[in-house]
């Protein structure tokens, strides 16, 4: 930054995205390009902003230090913006997409019903033989007759539960799919799932174009613990914060129910502690929120149980809420220490609620013999996986789908529509494969959760010897900011003490 305030940016790096072009090369097989027919639609007509140019980008990172861009250092990593071109290089009569998924996550998949609807609506296009499956193999795709996916068949699936096109764990059989793709001429396919999907879409694309295949692939991301990485959150995560809170409520009256009543919750969150996160900051009833990205232990002072019976003598109740994921390395396995997989690769974890439930009980009847202790236990999984999306997720399924399409026609293809910072951008594939959002325990998010239930940073055993007095005033001044932040900093300062 200059002397008058000015500040040059570093320069950009274009994440550029594989077109159906580069793959066919030039001759007859090249794509031309169609006009879009939004732009001569009789009812709407578009302003000229409406349509992307070829050199509109959206910037992948938004917050940088201002004195490495004055200084010229690093660059700025952008992707193509999720919106309408003004040409597209697949014909409306030719296009044949399919949409399979998998994994589950809330309302009937609304975002693969809105893309059947969009590429027959704001693209004049409609479908003839679009097929939805489940990636055990896909291969319905390949062997099975597909599910035509026609306007009229997917006009309510935003407003129901579950999933109508199939949910599935492993059975990845990459030569069926393809052969499937193949045979019934499908140019367009869309995957619905999370990062595991997104990995099978890439060696899919790569088959089809070793094949000769001219075929758009565009990944959906889906995974209700908004463990994917780059795009702003996942779909399915507000509607699952939303229910989870009606869970927590439940553990909540339970506790206050019952003497030394303890309300334990386990929430969806293999990797991530999102869920449980925002729903405890949303609820505000819970002491103590355990997620996979910070440790704990049991017993022993400074332990979990430690301070809920502290919490239980103060207050006579306590809500625990954990994520699944969370104290798996607690928990002993009886299989010679060899953690099992499900159909996907992923570790089967084993069930951290009714494990604490177990400990904590047992902790008590050693500890406190003669004692009344009441543990209520709910687990709401599949009740949060059957709800129908709410409100903001049926919206973002929607504007995510109609990004796919929008990709898809112009011929991009490898690519992953979703919002960065607030605008649709498309991702390489591999690097949405690739990322991860976990919980940053060094965030502004995870100190309001510690304010508003008042737990220490981890649980763990204390310290036998002193630490050096420097350590000692810096734990001491960090607890004293975050009794502050509760207590006694004003809401018009919160953003200026944590820049601080």
Excluded at 97 to 102: C, D, F, G, K, Q
Aim: aromatic share 8%; with cysteine.
């Amino acid at each position: 930054m200059d002397s008058s305030g000015e500040m040059r940016l570093p320069s950009f790096t274009l994440h550029r995205l594989p077109t159906l072009a580069d793959h066919l090369g030039g001759g007859d097989r090249r794509a031309a390009a169609i006009p879009n027919p939004i732009a001569g639609h009789p009812l709407y007509h578009p302003s000229p902003s409406f349509f992307i140019s070829a050199t509109d980008v959206v910037l992948r990172d938004i917050l940088f230090d201002a004195s490495s861009a004055s200084a010229g250092g690093g660059t700025l990593p952008t992707t193509a913006p999720g919106l309408p071109a003004r040409s597209r290089s697949t014909r409306p009569a030719c296009a044949r997409p399919s949409s399979p998924a998998a994994g589950s996550a809330p309302a009937r998949t609304p975002s693969s019903g809105s893309s059947s609807s969009g590429s027959g609506s704001s693209t004049a296009c409609a479908p003839s033989s679009a097929s939805a499956t489940g990636t055990a193999g896909s291969t319905s795709t390949a062997s099975e007759e597909p599910l035509p996916l026609e306007p009229a068949m997917v006009r309510h699936w935003h407003k129901a539960g579950g999933t109508a096109i199939g949910a599935s764990r492993g059975g990845f059989d990459l030569a069926r799919i393809v052969d499937g793709i193949e045979r019934r001429g499908f140019n367009q396919v869309y995957a619905v799932g999370c990062d595991g999907t997104m990995r099978g879409l890439v060696e899919i694309l790569r088959e089809a174009w070793r094949r000769g295949l001219a075929v758009a692939v565009a990944g959906v991301p889906k995974t209700v613990d908004n463990d994917v990485g780059i795009i702003d959150r996942s779909f399915g995560f507000h509607t699952a914060v939303e229910e989870a809170q009606r869970a927590i409520a439940a553990a909540h009256v339970e506790a206050e129910s019952a003497a030394n009543g303890v309300g334990l919750v386990k929430l969806m969150g293999r990797s991530a502690g999102h869920i449980a996160l925002h729903a405890t900051l949303s609820r505000r009833d819970v002491d103590c929120c355990l997620i996979p990205e910070e440790d704990f232990y049991l017993r022993g002072p400074g332990g979990l149980f430690e301070f809920l019976h502290r919490r239980l003598k103060r207050n006579g109740h306590a809500v625990v809420v954990v994520a699944e994921g969370a104290g798996q390395r607690l928990i002993p396995r009886h299989t010679g220490g060899e953690q099992r997989r499900d159909g996907s690769g992923n570790p089967a974890f084993l069930d951290v609620g009714a494990w604490l439930k177990a400990e904590l009980r047992a902790w008590w009847a050693e500890e406190h013999a003669g004692e009344l202790l009441t543990v209520k236990y709910i687990d709401p999984t599949y009740m949060i996986r059957a709800v129908p999306a709410n409100a903001a997720d049926s919206l973002y399924c929607t504007l995510l789908a109609h990004s796919a399409i929008h990709g898809a026609m112009p011929g991009y293809t490898w690519f992953v529509p979703g919002p960065i910072n607030g605008n649709y951008g498309y991702i390489p594939v591999e690097e949405e494969a690739e990322a991860r959002n976990p919980v940053d325990t060094r965030d502004h998010k995870w100190a309001w959760v510690r304010s508003v239930t008042n737990q220490p940073t981890s649980f763990r055993a204390r310290r036998t010897r002193p630490l050096p007095a420097s350590t000692r005033l810096y734990e001491f001044a960090t607890w004293i900011q975050i009794k502050s932040f509760k207590f006694q900093v004003p809401t018009t300062c919160l953003s200026s003490y944590y820049c601080l």
